[in-house]
């Protein structure tokens, strides 16, 4: 049975100011967390501190390792250009990143992160294995 359907496409204005050097980051192939002098890191990147402070950008760097990941085999409308694809979760120190990756991944392995366009033109943090 086919189920007629429409595309349905929305557009999200979200105020960046506070989050626009983890955005510009990506662009330049860095990946940005927060840190307060209080000792937390955030990552995704918060402009205030729990403790109430202003945080301030710290580059994420170095080599992580892979906590968790899931592959995705049903392609969202709108990933139609994607195979199936890989979203991995991997802690680096203080923080854990979420990213994609291309590459067999399995627990425990060492990655480096990189930042690059996915098909659709959106800037994302990827992982590749040491
Ligand atoms: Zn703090």
Do not use: Q
Not at 60 to 65: Q, Y
Request: net charge positive; aromatic share 12%.
């Amino acid at each position: 049975m086919i189920v007629e359907s429409r595309e349905l496409r929305m557009k999200h204005r979200i105020p960046v100011v506070k989050t626009e050097r983890f955005w510009k980051g990506l662009e330049e192939g860095k990946v940005f967390k927060t840190v307060c002098k209080c000792g937390k890191s955030y990552y995704p990147p918060r402009a205030e501190c729990v403790c109430g402070a202003t945080t301030e950008w710290a580059e994420v760097s170095g080599e992580g390792i892979v906590e968790c990941f899931t592959v995705v085999h049903s392609i969202p409308a709108g990933y139609e250009w994607s195979k199936p694809y890989r979203i991995v979760i991997a802690s680096f120190g203080d923080v854990r990143v979420m990213g994609w990756s291309n590459e067999e991944l399995k627990v425990g392995d060492r990655v480096t992160l990189y930042t690059a366009k996915d098909e659709s033109g959106v800037w994302k943090v990827w992982f590749k294995k040491v």
